[in-house]
């Protein structure tokens, strides 16, 4: 039996403006009248359950954020795993010095502020991702690099906009470079995301189902990512968007169109069990 339902963000929940679809609200309210938790696994900030999230479905839910690396449940954090501020400082320095021209990285705190490198690529493409992120927070004036050397949070993830609207070979090339020492995922049109080794959606939604008691079987899981790939090889109730992309699509065991026909389906087999 079904008793929690995760939900990806971008790409699956959320439509490109991160807007949420009126269907997909109704479904969620038609789930938890069924008695089943819904809640959230994303590569998102914690920041973005309070401003875009939470306002909207107007309940209390889990939220795993930053692709695993912070479970927040009963409106606190219970894990958060934080990188070693030194070791990434020196990472993004590097990036600065050599990949600038390709890649735009960043990093946010628990209140949706945004740091970014003050030194700006010559190529405008860093404009895009100021106004991408502008849309969920606030654009710090602090310089990453100095943000990085006094964070005022944990470090629990770095995302990288790339030049590249795939972001596939600055991924390959962030792989060859810290692939050991980081988990690395392309999460989204443009995005490239880091976080601690080991540390992924599939492990933080286990370190869940112990703080809530459930097993395995009875979570169900949706996305549309390769960060969500771990979740799909790890619990057998999971649903791959039908736009996904085909190395994607084949870990997912279910494939919908919608947020809401997954829920239909599990209502459907929940009645008929």
């Known amino acids: 039996m079904i008793k929690l339902f995760l939900s990806d963000l971008d790409g699956t929940l959320l439509d490109k403006n991160m807007q949420f679809r009126d269907y997909d609200i109704e479904a969620i309210k038609q789930l938890k009248d069924a008695g089943i938790e819904f809640g959230i696994v994303t590569g998102r900030d914690l920041g973005v359950y309070y401003t875009?999230?939470?306002?909207?479905?107007?309940?209390?839910m889990d939220y795993i954020g930053n692709n695993g690396g912070t479970v927040f449940a009963d409106e606190k954090k219970i894990y958060e795993m934080n990188m070693n501020?030194?070791?990434?400082?020196e990472m993004m320095k590097h990036i600065q010095d050599v990949y600038l021209e390709d890649v735009y990285p960043f990093v946010a705190d628990d209140h949706c502020n945004f740091y970014f490198y003050n030194k700006r690529p010559k190529d405008l493409f860093w404009k895009d991702a100021i106004e991408f992120m502008g849309q969920v927070g606030t654009i710090s004036d602090i310089d990453l690099l100095d943000y990085l050397s006094e964070p005022k949070d944990g470090i629990v993830k770095i995302s990288f906009y790339t030049r590249?609207?795939?972001p596939s070979r600055m991924s390959k090339k962030l792989q060859e470079l810290y692939g050991d020492k980081f988990e690395i995922s392309m999460t989204h049109f443009h995005f490239v995301e880091l976080t601690t080794k080991g540390i992924h959606k599939g492990t933080a939604i286990h370190k869940l189902l112990e703080y809530r008691g459930l097993q395995p079987d009875e979570v169900a899981v949706i996305g549309?990512?390769?960060n969500d790939i771990p979740m799909f090889k790890m619990f057998e109730h999971s649903f791959v968007m039908d736009r996904a992309n085909d190395d994607v699509k084949q870990y997912g065991?279910?494939?919908?169109e919608r947020v809401k026909d997954a829920i239909l389906m599990i209502l459907e087999e929940e009645r008929n069990d």
């Open 164 to 166: 590249e609207v795939d």
């Open 85 to 89: 501020s030194q070791e990434i400082y």
């Open 253 to 256: 065991k279910y494939k919908v």
């Open 224 to 226: 549309d990512g390769e």
């Open 52 to 60: 875009h999230v939470k306002p909207v479905l107007k309940f209390d």
